[in-house]
């Protein structure tokens, strides 16, 4: 923290008027106003995302479900340390687009999540909530209207005892002053002529603060640039930004055209005057060149500090004023994780007085934030409790002292997010109700540092931090994570079988040792049959291990497991790596299950390329079905010949994601005039016909337009509209079975049915809605075919449906 830092700290602390703002999902929250309302107004401010936004896209890898939750979570964890506001949750699962809030409401069980939104509004306590959509069918995705419409019925609740009254053991009922809709032009052309400054208010939220270097826009852009996974990087946004608040409930304060004038907490704060005078003095003397010069009154405003006030207001105050004392005399206090071993971990608790400041300290602590205790069964092995030490010892200027102890752990509790530790479907459940809303574990031990400055003793908590050290990046900080003694990981990530025939399944056992003995075995589909039923594992010679599985004949599916069971305890999760450049490392532990299929139709033969586009596993599941099919870069269509692949399909959202692809279709469409079949998987904008191609080239051989139609209703019944076109017969026949077990949508981005030259052989309708026909759009073209399909075949594939594998191998073979 440096003395600009240090000084807009200050000004935080000065300020008790707390926002609270709730949309539906990462990415749906406006950085520009949150970080003027923290950057600007120096308000205590933070997001609730309803979801984590599991049920999205990836344009930068292949996570999708769970773990693109974890990567869409992390982006918003590092868009908040950009725009300096906090993060929260609720269990709500992002299950796909969704038409309605009534049905998003209905999946997740709107009392549960109606608890949620309460919990984090008697938690965080905000004066003020702000919702990013309107209450109704503008808002257009049903997950957005949704989020309105619990805010406002939160608002209500939050304040009244007997609403939900098992969170009162340990939070109290919270009224908010008011609730507003950050709207925005994009909805209503005429809001600007609207402001009045008693309903409806425009905010110029594009300030230039010189304490920051920079305006409240720039850095809103790069927050909004943290979201990575959706394609959401922005330029910086410089110069006059209005946004505007229209008022939906509550009043403002009398007399008033604010929409953020909140009533003081400071005269019902215990010490809440004394303290709001020294930090005016402290704000009006603070010298930038000389931070030390007001330690003095930051110590005395320590001791101001009520030890009995734990609420939020005054625990925020406390933990930011440690922060200020610590930078303003650089005391550097970091509790390291030097050493890992199955079931403990070596911590180093570091100190330095780095400006010279005389200190002393007087003891550390082993303290734990939460009620719980499942990660750290075990304190110090000395025995004595959670103190580490007790011994003063004087803080040499500038020269480290250091305290090494030994923790217990329980290997592998921490390494499944919490929301993902029990069986769900469209919500979440925490195994502590505590937990909820909390982006992440927030159970992990901190040392307390005791030092004294002076007369005063101050008390200063670190969390344990674990560091690593790269060549390129030099030292950089990584989640504390203990993973399981033992993980499992089968090497196919779809295990498809043909009837009756035995075929060789591959398990990696990982953390084995010269002591290791145990044995790994699958747990297969009943009626399946393994070869060996078991291997017996002693030592760490071997790490990969051989399977021959053989399915019925009967086209059943499931799920095969491996399990490795040693000393008692059965091991059969496996460890997911999460790593990009702009978030910290995840390492997930997942059940090691992959789904079994039995190929009950013809699979393709000949030779297949495939062009990857944003990101999803449909390469990697036609290979796993025993597909001849390669990738194909785009820098190599020229200079490739295509005439040797039957077919080339293209990934998800390809043309989006590559200007280069756009510019070579010209040699895919001589491709299919001369007998070629090019398969086009959802795009989500006919970027041709945007001017993006120079040459007026377009996507297929004839124009034709992409829409926003989709099908959210996974159950959605098939219309098969060309009932002989060839989709449909060949190789295999295709019927409404087919359709059944697809999982979260049947498609989105549907092409425009009605263009020329096209045949639209498939339609669907949601319930209540008229029947969509762009889900797949094929044409003749010379001697070959084109065709585009908006069905999610990036989800069914992977998950193994055996419909959706039958449909893209007859239009791969068309």
Known sequence: MDPSEIYASLQKMSQTTRVLYIAAHPDDENTRLLTFLSRGKHFETAYLSLTRGDGGQNLIGDEQGADLGIVRTQELLAARRVDGTRQFFTRAIDFGYSKSAQESLSLWQHDSILSDVVWVIRQF???????????????GHGHHTASAMLALEAFDLAADPGAFPEQLKWCEPWKVERVFWNASSWWDKTLPDQVDNKTVFGVDVGGYDPILGMSYGELAGKARSQHRSQGFGVSPYRGEQIEYLRLLKGELQPGSTDPFEADSHWVKMV?????????????????????LAALPDLLKMYALVPSEDRTPQWTDKQNRLSDIIAASVGLWL????????????QISAECLSAAGVSATVTGMDLYFPGDGNDLFPMLHPRGKAAQISSEKQQLPANIFVRDTFWIAVTPGANATPYWLQRPYSTTYQAADAKWRGQPEWDDLPAVRFRIQLGESELAFTRKLVEKKIDPARGEYYVPVQMLPAYHVHVEEQLCLFKPGLPSEVHVKLDGLDAETTGDLKLRIPSGWSVSPASIRIQGNEHTLYTFQVTASDNGSEGVITPVFHSHGNDYKQEITDIIYEHLPEQHIAHIASRPAMVLLMHVPEGSYAYIEGAGDLVLESLQAAGVNVEPLSVNDLAVTDLSVYDAIITGVRAYNVSDRLISAQPLLLQYVQQGGTLLVQYNTTNNFTLGRNADGASMGPYPFSLTRGRT??????????LPDHPVWNTPDKITADDFEGWVQERGLYYADATADHYQAPLGFADPGEETLRGAILTTDYGQGTFIYTGLSFFRQLPAGVPGAYKLFFNMMTY
Do not use: C, H, W
Not at 334 to 345: F, L, S
């Open 271 to 291: 010490n809440g005057t004394e303290t709001r005078s020294l930090l005016v003095k402290m704000l009006e003397e603070y010298d930038m060149k000389d931070p």
């Open 334 to 345: 970091e509790p390291v994780v030097i050493a890992k071993e199955t079931d403990r971990i």
């Open 712 to 721: 959210t209703d996974e159950n959605a019944s098939p219309e098969f509209l």
């Open 125 to 139: 306590q905000p004066d003020i909530i702000i919702t990013r959509f309107p209450p109704d069918e503008r808002a």
